[in-house]
């Protein structure tokens, strides 16, 4: 998981490109057991994936989509029990 203070102002970057894009990203949310997450169109996306796409330069609908499908083919994973 990234410390997400230190990458505040990549985060910023990314969702003004996604919404550059014309992607539709709303407020960030953070689940239960920490991550923060934004919607992205239809879908969810962990700041850490959108980071990712930043990085590789695939930052667009396209690759949007990918990094859904590819996550949504993954399975979930699990805390670890008390």
């Known amino acids: 998981m990234s410390n997400y203070a230190d990458r505040a ?3 910023v970057r990314a969702v003004h490109l996604l919404r550059q894009h ?3 990203v709303g407020f960030p949310m ?3 057991d920490g991550e ?3 919607p992205v169109g239809k879908d969810t996306m962990a ?3 959108i980071l990712e796409l930043l990085e590789r330069g695939e930052l667009d609908a396209e690759g949007v989509r990918r990094s859904v499908e590819a996550r949504a083919a993954t399975p979930m994973r ?5």
Do not use: H, L, P
């Open 36 to 38: 923060i997450v934004f």
């Open 9 to 11: 102002n990549d985060i």
């Open 78 to 82: 699990r805390g670890a029990a008390s």
């Open 47 to 49: 700041v850490d994936q």
């Open 22 to 24: 014309g992607m539709a």
């Open 30 to 32: 953070q689940t239960a």
